[in-house]
């Protein structure tokens, strides 16, 4: 019996393991304005970070007096402005630090360049609080005291 539920626990676990890399895509499609192409967002530790991925086109080949020069984050109803210097590539990456994964956030993002202004908004993404690191960690917890546990009286049996 308790080697059952050992497994469905790492069935549990390899399942949430699995949902740790799940993160929101979003798509917009803009001609000169910059675009949010998706915000996505992974965890470090116990923090959360987004990484929005703006695509700007044409391309900055102008020089750098064309460029995105601001990221606008909304995030639980609060703009946070990220300036950028100039880019020199069509599509990029911008990562803020959210702040702690046991909270749950809200985002949508634009892009300004300075020449054709902001882009559309993004869709509101949703990231979730990471609850299943901390159920991670309890079932992992449970798993080895249960091992212990039921090693000492099926010493005998352990030939099955
Ligand atoms: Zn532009």
């Not at 399942?15 to 890399?21: P, S």
């Not at 929101?24 to 675009?35: D, G, H, K, S």
């Not at 391309?59 to 007096?65: A, K, L, N, V, Y």
């Not at 803020?96 to 559309?120: I, K």
Request: glycine residues 6%; charged residues 10%.
């Amino acid at each position: 019996m308790s080697r059952k539920v050992l497994l469905l626990m790492v069935w549990v676990q390899l399942l949430l393991g699995a949902a740790f890399f799940a993160s929101a895509q979003v798509r917009t499609a803009e001609a000169l304005v910059p675009a949010v192409d998706s915000v996505g967002f992974h965890d470090v530790g116990s923090t959360t970070w987004l990484d929005v991925i703006v695509s700007h086109e044409p391309p900055p080949s102008i020089g750098s007096s064309h460029y995105v020069t601001n990221i606008q984050l909304v995030i639980n109803g609060t703009t946070v402005n990220l300036s950028q210097t100039p880019q020199s590539q069509t599509t990029f990456t911008v990562q803020y630090q959210l702040g702690t994964n046991t909270d749950s956030y809200s985002v949508t993002a634009r892009a300004l360049c300075n020449v054709h202004g902001y882009g559309a908004y993004s869709s509101v993404v949703t990231v979730p609080e990471s609850i299943g690191l901390v159920l991670f960690v309890v079932l992992t917890v449970v798993a080895v005291l249960l091992a212990k546990k039921t090693r000492v009286p099926h010493a005998h049996a352990s030939t099955r």
